[in-house]
């Protein structure tokens, strides 16, 4: 099981004519990250959006506005998150609207409500579910604050499997997270032939009080090249180039954050998924490159150990894309 081979050539299709448009001063979208809400049935540790948004927490972005987000964006892959979304009343219906876009849509949950709602989504090869663990019972049932979500999640991942739904997971690892504890999790989570494991490191957002939580990049680096040695048959969803980044082994000096634009119930969040030092009501103020002069590694200090996927995995991809060989040199 792996990702849908028409996903990996209409990325292809997408990408290759646009693949030197950022050293012309040209930026586009690659991954849409729609958070239609910010609400959610969980607080969990070195999570800043709930925090982030307390203002905002009880607003749900229209059906109508969140599909105009998408054809703005015209990214092919749309990430729908929050917030959990599947608290959003009218979340099928955006779902299905973007399908009918003929985007690849990842939603993103923590799979407490997925079992009741599975029946609402189309079983559809441009659907899949990303549950999100941050570990074994013990490690995920601390993160979140609530004893039972370890055994929900699973639970809820074995039923969507069962019903014949995409099934993916996403694990951020922490500053003293458990190598060992991440191994077993991911040998269990491919065991039960999830569709793939994403991986990121952990980010002290301004808003999250608990910032020992977080990874300083030398550490992250030697924490990731433990849990990356020997991949005994591990399943990574992220790009080859980015897990080589995680390692040390991979330097990227520019960010690509740019690629992954975020929208939310205020706006596009300016300049990205992990800082908002405002929010824009149009796209193209994230994509003038004028603004990635002032942000990104050596130019904003808050971005000085940023390792996340959102800034350094459309890097890789432009990497990938740009030159093929280095992926058959690693």
């Given at each position: 099981?792996?990702?849908?081979?028409?996903?990996?050539?209409?990325?292809?299709?997408?990408?290759?004519?646009?693949?030197?448009?950022?050293?012309?001063?040209?930026?586009?979208?690659?991954?849409?990250?729609?958070?239609?809400?910010?609400a959610?049935?969980?607080?969990?540790?070195?999570?800043?959006?709930?925090r982030?948004?307390?203002?905002?927490?009880?607003?749900?972005?229209?059906?109508?506005?969140?599909?105009?987000?998408?054809?703005?964006?015209?990214?092919?892959?749309?990430?729908?998150?929050?917030?959990?979304?599947?608290?959003?009343?009218?979340?099928?219906?955006?779902?299905?609207?973007?399908?009918?876009?003929?985007?690849?849509?990842?939603?993103?949950?923590?799979?407490?409500?997925?079992?009741?709602?599975?029946e609402?989504?189309?079983?559809?090869?441009?659907?899949?579910?990303?549950?999100?663990?941050?570990?074994?019972?013990?490690?995920?049932?601390?993160?979140?604050?609530?004893p039972?979500?370890?055994?929900?999640?699973?639970?809820?991942?074995?039923?969507?499997?069962?019903?014949?739904?995409?099934?993916?997971?996403?694990t951020?690892?922490?500053?003293?997270?458990?190598?060992?504890?991440?191994r077993?999790?991911?040998?269990?989570?491919?065991?039960?032939?999830?569709?793939g494991?994403?991986?990121?490191?952990?980010?002290?957002?301004?808003?999250?009080?608990?910032?020992?939580?977080f990874?300083?990049k030398?550490?992250?680096?030697?924490?990731?090249?433990?849990?990356l040695?020997?991949?005994?048959?591990?399943?990574?969803?992220?790009?080859?180039?980015?897990?080589?980044?995680?390692?040390?082994?991979?330097?990227?000096?520019?960010?690509?954050?740019?690629?992954?634009?975020?929208?939310?119930?205020?706006?596009?969040?300016?300049?990205?998924?992990?800082?908002?030092?405002?929010?824009?009501?149009?796209?193209r103020?994230?994509?003038?490159?004028?603004v990635?002069?002032?942000?990104?590694?050596?130019?904003?200090?808050r971005?000085?150990?940023?390792?996340?996927?959102?800034?350094?995995?459309?890097?890789?991809?432009?990497?990938?894309v740009?030159?093929?060989?280095?992926?058959?040199?690693?």
């Amino acid at each position: 099981m792996g990702r849908p081979m028409t996903m990996t050539l209409e990325l292809a299709r997408y990408l290759w004519p646009r693949r030197r448009w950022p050293k012309e001063g040209k930026l586009f979208p690659l991954v849409l990250m729609l958070e239609p809400l910010e609400a959610c049935n969980l607080r969990c540790a070195g999570c800043g959006r709930v925090r982030e948004y307390a203002a905002v927490v009880d607003r749900r972005m229209p059906v109508e506005e969140a599909l105009r987000a998408a054809e703005t964006a015209g990214a092919p892959v749309v990430s729908v998150s929050g917030g959990e979304p599947l608290l959003h009343p009218e979340i099928e219906e955006i779902v299905r609207g973007l399908i009918e876009q003929k985007r690849w849509v990842y939603l993103c949950t923590n799979g407490l409500l997925l079992p009741e709602k599975l029946e609402k989504f189309p079983r559809h090869k441009r659907l899949c579910f990303v549950v999100h663990l941050d570990g074994t019972e013990k490690v995920h049932d601390a993160i979140t604050g609530r004893p039972g979500t370890f055994r929900a999640a699973v639970e809820a991942i074995k039923e969507a499997l069962r019903r014949g739904y995409r099934v993916a997971t996403n694990t951020t690892v922490f500053h003293g997270s458990d190598i060992p504890d991440l191994r077993q999790l991911f040998r269990l989570l491919t065991d039960l032939g999830v569709e793939g494991l994403m991986i990121s490191p952990g980010y002290a957002y301004e808003a999250v009080p608990e910032r020992d939580l977080f990874l300083q990049k030398e550490e992250a680096i030697k924490v990731f090249r433990a849990l990356l040695s020997g991949r005994d048959g591990f399943r990574f969803y992220d790009n080859p180039l980015f897990l080589d980044f995680l390692q040390g082994k991979r330097d990227y000096r520019e960010c690509a954050a740019w690629a992954i634009p975020t929208y939310t119930v205020l706006g596009w969040r300016l300049p990205c998924y992990l800082i908002a030092d405002r929010h824009a009501q149009d796209l193209r103020e994230i994509l003038a490159p004028e603004v990635w002069e002032r942000y990104g590694p050596g130019r904003d200090p808050r971005c000085a150990g940023c390792m996340l996927h959102s800034g350094f995995e459309p890097q890789s991809v432009l990497e990938a894309v740009n030159r093929p060989w280095v992926l058959l040199r690693r």
